[in-house]
T-cell receptor
């Protein structure tokens, strides 16, 4: 069935390090892809999205490119900050449907 | 403020009791989703409503039920509570069709069963 696989955490980095959080999906059709972020004690917030192949979503220094050939949507940031510490969820929605399938989340810890 | 309002923010209750969680979706959104988040199970989809009608069911226990009212707010009812029901319960809403842009989440209700 359809699913989303994320790298398991926690991922611990030092401030200003380069970040990659891997996400791959298994889905039929042409899904839209999303990254959500959950800061401590809060709900999930949409971080970025891409709706078709080769699209790049970007926000707050984070980027992710929709790679249909590898069914991936890896999240990257060139220089992380302590304030980026959060849980990051990859998700997709099937073409024409409005349901989201979430990955299990990756806990990111940035140390000063 | 995401536009999705959940009440209460915190709830502490005893085993065997029943509670009701409330969600008001973002203005204009017709779809409401309920999720349970716990440390061991992650984010679990419970149920979806669209314009008052149940649309999809996930891993929702028979002790749990939900509904969406004509004014589009939704309630999640949890009964015969067990210690394992302690979790964060999130509501999300979304638009449909061309206006669809993923989900907007509320800040959640933290339920503690003692």
């Amino acid at each position: 069935g359809d699913s989303v696989t994320q790298m398991e955490g926690p991922v611990t980095l030092s401030e200003e390090a380069f970040l990659t959080i891997n996400c791959t999906y298994t889905a039929t059709g042409y899904p839209s892809l999303f990254w959500y972020v959950q800061y401590p004690g809060e709900g999930l917030q949409l971080l970025l999205k891409a709706t078709k192949a080769d699209d790049k979503g970007s926000n707050k220094g984070f980027e992710a490119t929709y790679r249909k050939e590898t069914t991936s949507f890896h999240l990257e940031k060139g220089s992380v900050q302590v304030s980026d510490s959060a849980v990051y969820f990859c998700a997709y929605s099937g073409g024409g449907a409005d349901g989201l399938t979430f990955g299990k989340g990756t806990h990111l810890i940035i140390q000063p | 403020d995401s536009g999705v309002t959940q009440t209460p923010k915190h709830l502490i209750t005893a085993t065997g009791q029943r509670v009701t969680l409330r969600c008001s979706p973002r203005s204009g959104d017709l779809s409401v989703y309920w999720y349970q988040q716990s440390l061991d199970q992650g984010l679990q989809f419970l149920i979806q409503y669209y314009n008052g009608e149940e649309r999809a069911k996930g891993n929702i226990l028979e002790r749990f039920s939900a509904q969406q009212f004509p004014d589009l707010h939704s309630e999640l009812n949890l009964s015969s509570l067990e210690l394992g029901d302690s979790a964060l319960y999130f509501c999300a809403s979304s638009a449909r069709g061309e206006k669809y842009n993923g989900y907007t989440f509320g800040s959640g209700t933290r339920l503690t069963v003692v």
